[in-house]
């Protein structure tokens, strides 16, 4: 199954998925699972029958079948599955069969789109015959809407079109050309739920919504886009009266903080900065249903940059001018000392210190550098500004008329006052990925390795230095505490510690002042 931990579907299981799980050919799903069952068994579809007598419990709460290949599976496996299960225990088919958009005039197209239609409706058929038990079975089905290319993929041509949100193309399909019926043809992985019994299924996804209806008294009324993020779900939901709300779902809440940081961070903009909060998302209510965080916002209306944009510049001028206003009602005049300097970057060292791959020589230069830098900074007057922490272009809102800036989102990785200027390295950084098609490592390569910035950039840059009073050299340290910054918060993989140690020593050396 593709991308495991960060696939949508597993919200729709329901409450079964916190019984007594069985995986078929779904081991990678182990890790994850475990933050939710009671139980989970792994086994596969040749070797099932033969396993089933070994399992130490007698009926599962859930029988999740992974068939990547788009395949189902036989009419004789679903029926030993299903004689598997507890009453009321779910079966859960999930399955890629995604078509080839990429190759749309290709024989292999319309041979797969045709396979597709024959697959659905045959196995619709054969749960409508087949399926019938001393109690009634229910079925439910979930079309988990196509992706266009890999997410975090972009197009910037003429035009500027991101694929951040995987469920773009389709959301676009079902707008434009065709009817909700005809959707399910052009989704990329499909959701099978059976439920041995007369249950009707209901999601986590609907049971949130339950939950936050009777604790606000707001009557919800449509589910219509529900965006997958690595670790965490964003649902989008209009109410009766018309408002809409993000519903925001994160896995394993009992392991993950950062969900808590941005709505402490959200309210604390909202009451400091009046001239921020029209800008900002207004919290409703949040909570924890059984093992998953929520949190539930106003919407910000306007459009994401995964809409289609015609004028790109436009809005990278918008989102700078944005960051100069942040920086204006925030900026704050102080005296660096050491404990100031720990307190704001001690947890940042502390990640890369613990990084997998740290190596003896990578600690003996963290532990170097970090002194180094407290010294350096030592004593030195400067101005801190509000920081968001993942400055870059997707996660702002723009209004479609003009491209000025409706909204910020993704607070989570922010802090109330840091050195200025780490935001706009983000800015560019994410603005040079997207019009060059590569990745965040390799433009700093390009940056700090190679070419340095490109003339529109220093402008950028000369201009903010300009705004806040960063010398040149005080410029040098704030880079190198961006990068020391990203790397511990976000970049886990695709480059090593010896790597990151000679980036950070091409942009700053402290035996060479």
């Given at each position: 199954?593709?991308?495991?931990?960060?696939?949508?579907?597993?919200?729709h299981?329901?409450?079964?998925?916190?019984?007594?799980?069985?995986?078929?050919?779904?081991?990678?799903?182990?890790?994850?699972?475990?933050?939710?069952?009671?139980?989970v068994?792994?086994s596969?579809?040749?070797?099932f029958?033969?396993?089933?007598?070994?399992?130490?419990?007698?009926?599962?709460?859930?029988?999740?079948?992974?068939?990547?290949?788009?395949?189902?599976?036989?009419?004789?496996?679903?029926?030993?599955?299903?004689?598997?299960?507890?009453?009321?225990?779910?079966?859960?088919?999930?399955?890629?069969n995604?078509?080839?958009?990429?190759?749309?005039?290709?024989?292999k197209?319309?041979?797969?789109?045709?396979?597709?239609?024959?697959d659905?409706?045959k196995?619709s058929?054969?749960?409508?015959?087949?399926?019938?038990?001393?109690?009634?079975?229910?079925?439910?089905?979930?079309?988990?809407?196509?992706?266009?290319?890999?997410?975090?993929?972009?197009?910037?041509?003429?035009?500027?079109?991101?694929?951040?949100?995987?469920?773009?193309?389709?959301e676009?399909?079902?707008?434009?050309?065709?009817?909700?019926q005809?959707?399910?043809?052009?989704?990329?992985n499909?959701?099978d739920?059976?439920?041995?019994?007369?249950?009707?299924?209901?999601?986590?996804?609907?049971?949130?919504?339950?939950?936050?209806?009777?604790?606000?008294?707001?009557?919800?009324?449509?589910?219509?886009?529900?965006?997958?993020?690595?670790?965490k779900?964003?649902?989008?939901?209009?109410?009766?009266?018309?408002?809409?709300?993000?519903?925001?779902?994160?896995?394993?809440?009992?392991?993950?903080?950062?969900?808590?940081?941005?709505?402490?961070?959200?309210?604390?903009?909202?009451?400091?900065?009046?001239?921020?909060?029209?800008?900002?998302?207004?919290?409703?209510?949040?909570?924890?249903?059984?093992?998953?965080?929520?949190?539930?916002?106003?919407?910000?209306?306007?459009?994401?940059?995964?809409?289609?944009?015609?004028?790109?510049?436009?809005?990278e001028?918008?989102?700078?001018?944005?960051?100069?206003?942040?920086?204006?009602?925030?900026?704050?005049?102080?005296?660096?000392?050491?404990?100031?300097f720990?307190?704001?970057?001690?947890?940042?060292?502390?990640?890369?210190?613990?990084?997998?791959q740290?190596?003896?020589?990578?600690?003996?230069?963290?532990a170097m550098?970090?002194?180094?830098?407290?010294?350096?900074?030592?004593?030195?007057?400067?101005e801190?500004?509000?920081y968001?922490?993942?400055?870059?272009?997707?996660?702002?809102?723009f209004?479609?008329?003009?491209?000025?800036?409706?909204g910020?989102?993704?607070?989570?990785?922010?802090?109330?006052?840091?050195?200025?200027?780490?935001?706009?390295?983000?800015?560019?950084?994410?603005?040079?990925?997207?019009?060059?098609?590569?990745?965040?490592?390799?433009?700093?390569?390009?940056?700090?390795?190679?070419?340095?910035?490109?003339?529109?950039?220093?402008?950028?840059?000369?201009?903010?230095?300009?705004y806040?009073?960063?010398?040149?050299?005080?410029?040098?340290?704030?880079?190198?505490?961006?990068?020391?910054?990203?790397?511990?918060?976000?970049?886990?993989?695709?480059?090593?510690?010896?790597w990151?140690?000679?980036?950070?020593?091409?942009?700053?050396?402290?035996?060479?002042d």
């Amino acid at each position: 199954m593709q991308n495991d931990a960060n696939s949508g579907w597993l919200y729709h299981l329901g409450d079964v998925i916190f019984g007594d799980v069985l995986l078929i050919d779904a081991e990678d799903l182990f890790s994850v699972l475990s933050i939710y069952a009671s139980n989970v068994h792994l086994s596969s579809k040749t070797s099932f029958p033969a396993a089933i007598s070994s399992f130490s419990i007698s009926g599962f709460d859930c029988i999740i079948v992974n068939s990547t290949d788009g395949a189902l599976p036989g009419k004789q496996l679903i029926s030993e599955f299903h004689g598997a299960l507890n009453n009321n225990g779910v079966i859960a088919v999930v399955y890629n069969n995604d078509t080839n958009y990429k190759n749309i005039a290709s024989i292999k197209y319309p041979y797969s789109f045709v396979k597709k239609i024959f697959d659905i409706f045959k196995h619709s058929f054969f749960l409508k015959t087949n399926l019938k038990t001393n109690r009634e079975t229910t079925h439910v089905r979930y079309y988990m809407q196509s992706i266009y290319g890999k997410i975090n993929e972009v197009f910037y041509h003429k035009k500027y079109r991101s694929v951040k949100n995987p469920f773009l193309l389709t959301e676009k399909i079902k707008k434009h050309i065709f009817s909700p019926q005809a959707l399910k043809f052009f989704s990329s992985n499909i959701l099978d739920i059976t439920i041995k019994g007369e249950h009707v299924h209901k999601s986590v996804i609907d049971n949130v919504i339950a939950l936050v209806r009777k604790e606000t008294g707001i009557v919800f009324s449509d589910i219509f886009k529900c965006t997958v993020i690595p670790y965490k779900v964003l649902v989008s939901v209009k109410s009766q009266t018309g408002d809409d709300y993000i519903f925001l779902l994160l896995r394993g809440a009992d392991r993950n903080v950062r969900a808590n940081r941005e709505l402490k961070m959200l309210n604390y903009l909202n009451d400091t900065y009046l001239k921020l909060s029209p800008f900002i998302s207004k919290s409703v209510t949040c909570g924890i249903y059984k093992k998953i965080e929520y949190i539930v916002y106003h919407k910000i209306s306007g459009v994401s940059i995964d809409a289609m944009f015609d004028q790109y510049a436009v809005a990278e001028r918008s989102a700078f001018n944005m960051l100069l206003h942040i920086g204006e009602i925030s900026r704050q005049k102080i005296v660096f000392d050491v404990e100031l300097f720990h307190e704001m970057t001690g947890t940042w060292f502390d990640r890369l210190d613990n990084i997998d791959q740290s190596s003896d020589k990578f600690e003996k230069y963290l532990a170097m550098l970090n002194p180094a830098l407290a010294s350096y900074l030592q004593g030195k007057s400067c101005e801190l500004v509000l920081y968001h922490g993942d400055y870059k272009i997707e996660n702002l809102i723009f209004n479609t008329a003009d491209y000025s800036v409706n909204g910020i989102i993704d607070w989570d990785l922010s802090e109330k006052h840091h050195l200025p200027g780490m935001d706009l390295f983000y800015l560019i950084i994410y603005s040079r990925r997207i019009k060059n098609g590569t990745s965040f490592i390799k433009e700093c390569e390009e940056i700090f390795l190679k070419g340095g910035f490109h003339s529109d950039e220093q402008c950028m840059l000369d201009e903010y230095c300009k705004y806040f009073n960063i010398s040149d050299d005080m410029l040098v340290i704030i880079t190198v505490l961006f990068i020391i910054h990203h790397f511990s918060s976000r970049e886990r993989n695709g480059y090593t510690n010896i790597w990151l140690m000679l980036l950070l020593e091409s942009i700053w050396s402290p035996g060479n002042d």
